[in-house]
């Protein structure tokens, strides 16, 4: 089942000689419970996407569908609460609000819904981050990957159609980032959830069921599920014609040199 659909996204900043298209007539889908990263280097265009998969900000052109919904026929208030309900959103630097503690930070969406939370899947959601000794805890009581998890908490709170992470382990250490990264697997795996995964760390990409590369606003490739192919063993056999490519240079070098 699709329950992500971009249909020829396009953002242009600017306009004469200042105009910067952002992101170019971009087209993809996610199929529900999919897990998928897209990468690329800094200014590719990767997190533009991600802010308009998010409702975060408005398209220059193109639609984006979220459980078949078209987001930006919605007005700016209607959007807000679509995005509230149904996209979750993790951000490399937390957000938290610093003077609520772990539980109310992550039932925060559902407070803004004037909605309770339902005491038994709370409790469950804070055992699964390892939370429950630090619920009544503040964000500054908190490490950075602690912080994070509870950022997980929220974006998963209530239930939403997609969870969309932006360089979730960009600001914390090895230890921290790769706890984040099995929370993220497990959240996946088990609870199926729908996870779009912003990242430029490749060996964190490689947990996903499919990468998408960004370049210039354009997607250049794609691995994956796309081409019934797994992840890792694709990027495993470019690297290694890579590496054959390389250490037959070298011999014809070589070669040359005698």
Do not use: C, W
Not at 102 to 125: F, G, H, S, T, W
Not at 175 to 189: A, F, G, P, T, Y
């Amino acid at each position: 089942m699709e329950i992500l659909k971009v249909e020829n996204l396009t953002k242009i900043y600017g306009k004469d000689e200042t105009k910067v298209v952002a992101l170019d007539n971009v087209s993809f889908s996610v199929e529900k419970g999919e897990f998928v990263a897209i990468v690329g280097e800094s200014g590719s265009g990767k997190s533009t996407l991600l802010h308009l998969i998010g409702g975060v900000d408005r398209p220059t052109s193109g639609k984006v569908f979220i459980d078949g919904k078209d987001i930006f026929e919605f007005d700016d208030d209607k959007l807000a609460i679509f995005r509230r309900r149904q996209v979750g959103l993790i951000y490399q630097f937390y957000n938290l609000i610093p003077i609520l503690n772990v539980e109310e930070n992550i039932i925060l969406p559902l407070a803004l819904d004037n909605r309770q939370a339902d005491r038994e899947k709370l409790d469950e959601l804070i055992s699964m981050l390892g939370l429950s000794e630090r619920r009544s805890h503040l964000p500054n009581e908190l490490s950075g990957g602690q912080q994070q998890r509870t950022s997980i908490g929220r974006a998963m709170i209530t239930d939403p159609a997609i969870i969309l992470a932006d360089e979730p382990t960009g600001n914390l250490d090895s230890k921290s980032s790769d706890e984040i990264v099995e929370l993220l697997k497990k959240s996946n795996k088990e609870h199926k959830q729908t996870i779009i995964m912003i990242t430029h760390n490749m060996e964190i990409a490689k947990i996903a069921d499919r990468i998408i590369k960004i370049e210039d606003g354009r997607i250049v490739s794609e691995v994956g599920a796309a081409s019934g192919s797994g992840v890792s063993s694709k990027m495993d056999q470019n690297a290694k014609k890579e590496k054959d490519s390389k250490t037959g240079a070298v011999a014809i070098s070589e070669v040359g040199a005698e």
